[in-house]
């Protein structure tokens, strides 16, 4: 039995990841994002894709990976949770891959912490691993301290 | 009697609760009876002032009528019973058999409320609820009966159009009366108080008649459909109640005998026909000519109907159905061209009608002319419109996907202007003008699309006052002006509910007893005064009494006790300024809490909902003289004006209804002007000192300008004045407000976000939340220990915690908005009260609650610990508190928190580090919950109560 999952690839430094491709709205090139004071470091700013306010998550800074040199700009994978639309800053985008559940194997302990929690899953490739990105956890940022108490 | 004969054949047949077709009718049904209902209560208030008043009591007979009528039909007889006796009581107070005391209202006022109560019922479950209202419906007997002595007969005529639904089957004995063609008299012109209720009529009617005529051709088709036949008999059984309310007795008269027909053919009794579908059609006709005559000239015209109610009256029986058939040219045939052309058919029609009835030359010639007049009168309305053409019901969802459509449409429009300097062709020019013009005026016009007057919410205020009134003991007359006053619905919905509040607590605080008026030489009779107006692009709404007015001195008195504000600030503060405490938090001046309003979560609220619409409120108050609250909210949430700044290289939009006005300092003046108090710099400002805030440091962004010039932004929020340094200004806009992400809600400085004319985006700055930041408003709500701001603080970046530990090298954290006060007690103290302990505190008992045993944290028992001296945090709301037993207080802090590690067990909302120490902090509401679950009832309850309203 050996189901095949399609997933929306893109790569940070030197990993190979990708999400579930029904989640992935659209992909584009690198847009002018307008500065938000304040938000936390992995909030890069706000996008405006035609009228639509979107937010822009630094998924390398989410990740805790080294950021991406300054002459190099990233791409935008706008994936959709729930009811927020998000868009993903990654370096580089790569196929729609379709792959098999035989391949599949949960994320090892001994990856960092900050990438094992967003991680839900690896793909033992030929010649490399497809890490899959829980998006919603990768676009659940809190900026407030705590929810505010329920009255 | 009530058990109608309509309901079981649609009902017994199915099985089932509803077929989709019914589900349908039902929920027009619903909607139909809530606006219904609003009006009736408006109505009876208004018929309790003025119980002569045969016009309200006649639009209130009508609306119960078309209930009782439509649920008679739909099956729903407990509702039915209810509006029946209701009805039978109203026609005789509409008569002047009886005369309307207050009981009497105050019974027909339960009515509504059960009926409103079952229809809740029926909407929720599709039943109308199990509560028993025979008590109700006895009380509306008696009521009718008190007073049996009235004559007998004028009753009967009266009900005659309601009871015609169980009638309908037994006139089958009789049937002669009901056809003859008795004259009819020339109806007299429509009253024209009753013009709105016409009209109404006439858009209700035509609708129906389109389906009638759908429905008697597909009942043809297919004779035995009873559903079909059920809906044309509601269809007809409608027209008829009404007309024959509104004295339109011709069209009645005809209805009647079409209902009458109808009735034996849906019970099947009899078969239908050509000839019986053929006058069914020409009853339709007849009506519509009718109506139409109605809509132009206001009367029924003079078109003689009686063959038509001969024919349909002979049909009723099988043997007069065969007469009709051996003479068809008549009824029918003229009929049936009548249908393709009604207006110009009728001519001849007449005619023939009359020859039948051998009247004289003259007066045939005189029903020509006449009908001549009619036909003219008919052109000029084609010129005009038809009441039913002029309005359409539109799905609300299809007017927000316009109003966001046009958002777009203004956006785009701001960027094609701003390449109109730099392209010089003229007609691109004159294609852009044009194009800015369009476009105003379609979001004008769609804006208009979703305005809706405030008298529709204002029509449930009579009745909270007279309810509230008789509650208190107090006499209040209710006045309101301005109630076509327009505003966004959702604006509507979301000021309904604080509108409310203020109208009780004006009712309850506001106006005082007729003793104590009459003392203070006023009218016993208090005045609530509701007005509304449009004025500078605002909706204004003021609530006025004349009541005792808000004693400043009291206010002051009790903020001070309630340690709202401290000493000193209360010595700074102007009478405003004090009456404008009721809105802080946790406030409530009432001597004595009544159910009514006022248990310190009132006004706060109330503002909290205003402003975060955009509204702001304001009170002015003079002692003994009354109160005047004045609300102002936007007319629109979608598009707002704002004023647009640049700071540390970035666009900000600040929304206009928080901005005062603008100063600028050059040069010398820049660097005189600001002055500094202990490091927080503040400009004069008229001589009033204005606290300033950097912009550019409150975002911790980098100054970009060189500029030694200051432009200050005079703002306010909560009241305060403050000033926005910023670096630029450049023009106000119409901005399309765009929320943010989830991601970044807990931002309190901004409150959306908007594109602009460049397509890049500006952030919209959340003037209250960049206050709270900055703390120019924070003094007095730094000590408030209420919830709304403690939440609010909660949401902010920076806070005060409380540091304390339950074992020798632990640390919890609560804000200490949350505390208010830290005390010690001896163990000797305390008491037990059931499994409780507690303390004697300030007069009262306190439960204590030994955190250590709530969080499970093990160790010493609290019961064995050796320290004599317990340390307590002492929790406070509405006046009763909670002690939290502790090991040791370590210390106050002001930082700067995030949660680094969500919650992993009950009582903790999640662990932060403070001065680089791992901190527990407490979810301080949970824990007090649990250990006492009443303390915070009195909150939610009178939250839902709010609510509710």
């Known amino acids: 039995m050996s189901e095949e999952k399609q997933f929306c690839t893109f790569y940070l430094d030197n990993h190979f990841f990708g999400v579930a491709v029904e989640t992935v709205q659209e992909v584009f090139r690198y847009q002018e994002m307008t500065h938000i004071p304040l938000a936390p470091p992995e909030i890069r700013g706000l996008i405006n894709l035609r009228g639509q306010v979107i937010t822009a998550i630094d998924l390398r800074q989410r990740l805790s990976i080294s950021k991406l040199p300054e002459d190099k700009l990233p791409m935008n994978v706008v994936v959709r949770t729930g009811e927020s639309v998000v868009s993903l800053l990654v370096d580089a985008i790569g196929d729609v891959l379709e792959v098999s559940e035989e391949v599949y194997e949960r994320p090892p302990e001994t990856i960092p912490e900050e990438v094992r929690k967003l991680v839900r899953g690896v793909y033992k490739l030929e010649g490399k691993l497809l890490l899959i990105l829980d998006a919603e956890k990768a676009v659940n940022i809190n900026t407030s301290v705590v929810e505010p108490a329920s009255i | 009697m009530s058990d109608e004969p309509v309901a079981p054949d649609l009902n017994s047949d199915e099985g089932s609760e509803e077929d989709d077709g019914m589900g349908e009718i039902i929920n027009e049904f619903l909607v139909e009876s809530y606006e219904n209902l609003d009006q009736l209560d408006q109505n009876l208030i208004d018929l309790e002032q003025n119980p002569g008043d045969t016009n309200i009591l006649s639009s209130i007979f009508r609306t119960i009528h078309t209930i009782k009528g439509t649920c008679g039909f739909i099956g729903f007889t407990k509702l039915e019973s209810v509006a029946h006796v209701g009805e039978s009581l109203l026609s005789k107070l509409r008569d002047g058999v009886l005369d309307l005391d207050p009981p009497r209202t105050s019974a027909l006022l339960a009515m509504v409320d059960a009926i409103r109560q079952m229809l809740s019922c029926i909407e929720a479950d599709r039943n109308e609820g199990s509560v028993d209202y025979s008590e109700l419906v006895e009380t509306l007997t008696r009521l009718q009966s008190e007073e049996s002595s009235a004559e007998p007969t004028t009753t009967a005529k009266v009900e005659e159009p309601a009871l015609a639904v169980e009638e309908a089957p037994k006139q089958e004995e009789q049937p002669a009366p009901e056809a003859d063609p008795e004259p009819i008299k020339p109806s007299a012109e429509i009253d024209e108080d009753m013009e709105p209720i016409v009209d109404e009529f006439l858009v209700e009617s035509y609708e129906n008649l389109d389906k009638l005529d759908k429905d008697l051709i597909e009942l043809e088709q297919d004779p035995g459909n009873t559903d079909i036949l059920g809906s044309i008999f509601r269809t007809i059984h409608t027209i008829k109640g009404t007309c024959g309310f509104i004295g339109l007795h011709k069209l009645e008269k005809v209805a009647h005998v079409g209902e009458n027909l109808l009735g034996k053919l849906r019970d099947g009794e009899l078969a239908l026909n050509p000839p019986r579908t053929s006058a069914l059609l020409a009853m339709v006709d007849a009506i519509r000519q009718m109506l139409s005559c109605i809509e132009s000239d206001r009367n029924e015209g003079d078109v003689d109907y009686s063959q038509l109610v001969v024919t349909l009256g002979k049909l009723l029986t099988d043997d007069g159905a065969k007469e009709v058939a051996t ?623």
């Open chain 2, 327 to 949: 003479q068809p040219a008549p009824a029918t045939a003229p009929v049936a061209e009548k249908k393709e052309e009604p207006a110009v058919e009728e001519k001849p029609v007449v005619a023939e009608k009359k020859d039948r009835r051998q009247s004289s030359p003259a007066e045939q010639a005189q029903h020509v002319a006449k009908t001549g007049d009619k036909r003219a009168a008919a052109d000029r309305r084609n010129e005009t419109r038809s009441v039913a053409d002029s309005s359409i019901r539109v799905d609300v969802d299809i007017l927000d996907r316009l109003m966001n459509l046009v958002g777009e449409l203004v956006l785009a429009r701001n960027q094609i202007l701003q390449f109109v300097p730099t392209g010089a062709d003229a007609s691109f020019i004159a294609t852009s003008q044009h194009l800015n013009l369009v476009t105003s005026e379609l979001q004008e016009g769609v804006m208009k699309t979703r305005m809706q007057p405030i008298g529709n919410i204002w029509s449930k205020f009579p009745r909270v006052v007279r309810d509230l009134s008789m509650a208190v003991g107090k006499k209040i007359r209710l006045e309101m002006e301005g109630k076509e006053t327009e505003l966004d619905k959702t604006l509507i919905e979301a000021i309904k509910d604080p509108l409310t509040h203020i109208v009780r607590n004006s009712c309850d605080h506001g106006i005082e007893s007729p003793e104590k008026r009459a003392e203070a030489g006023k009218d016993e009779e208090g005045v609530l005064l509701l007005r509304a107006f449009h004025e500078g692009g605002q909706v204004n709404i003021e609530i006025v009494d004349d009541g005792g007015g808000i004693d400043p001195e009291k206010i002051k008195a009790k903020a001070l006790e309630k340690e709202v504000i401290t000493q000193e600030q209360a010595d700074r503060m102007g009478d405003r300024e004090l009456v404008n405490l009721i809105f802080a938090a946790g406030f409530s001046t009432a001597e004595k809490v009544t159910n009514v309003s006022g248990r310190g979560v009132g006004m706060d609220v109330v503002r909290t909902n205003i402003e975060k619409i955009g509204g702001t409120v304001d009170i002015q108050s003079r002692k003994g003289k009354g109160t005047t609250l004045r609300v102002k909210i936007p007319l629109t949430l979608a598009i707002i004006p704002a004023l647009i700044i640049t700071s540390g290289g970035g666009r900000y939009a600040i929304p206009q209804v928080n901005l005062l006005e603008l100063v600028r300092l050059d040069g010398e003046e820049a660097k005189k002007s600001v002055e500094q108090i202990q490091g927080a710099p503040v400009y004069r400002l008229r001589g009033n000192l204005l606290p300033l805030i950097y912009l550019h440091e409150e975002l911790e962004l980098e100054k970009k300008s060189e500029d030694d010039a200051i432009n200050i932004v005079v703002l306010h929020a909560d009241d305060r004045q403050f000033g926005l340094v910023v670096e630029g200004i450049s023009d106000t806009e119409e901005i399309v407000v765009k929320p943010l992400g989830e991601q970044l809600k807990g931002l309190a400085a901004f409150s959306g976000a908007t594109i602009m004319g460049d397509g890049k985006l500006a952030l919209i700055l959340d003037v209250m939340g960049l206050a709270q930041k900055a703390r120019v408003i924070a003094e007095h709500s730094e000590k408030t220990l209420a919830v709304a701001h403690s939440t609010q603080a909660l949401a902010g970046d920076r806070q005060t915690l409380l540091i304390f530990g339950l074992e020798e090298d632990d640390r919890m954290a609560i804000p200490l908005s949350e505390v208010a006060r830290l005390e010690e007690f001896k163990r000797s103290d305390v008491e037990q009260s059931g499994d409780q302990d507690v303390v004697q505190y300030r007069g009262e008992i306190m439960p204590l609650v030994y955190l250590r045993k709530y969080l499970d944290v093990g160790g010493v028992s609290p019961e064995a610990d050796s320290n004599e001296l317990m340390q307590a945090v002492v929790f406070t709301r509405n006046e009763r508190s909670v002690g939290l037993v502790v090991r040791r207080i370590i210390d106050i802090v002001d930082e700067n928190i995030t949660v680094k590690r969500g919650a992993n067990r009950a009582g903790v909302l999640g662990t932060i580090v403070v001065q680089d120490r791992v901190t527990d902090l407490l979810d301080i509401e949970s824990i007090v919950k649990e250990a006492d679950p009443s303390f915070l009832i009195e909150t939610t309850e009178l939250a839902l109560a709010e609510e509710a309203n």
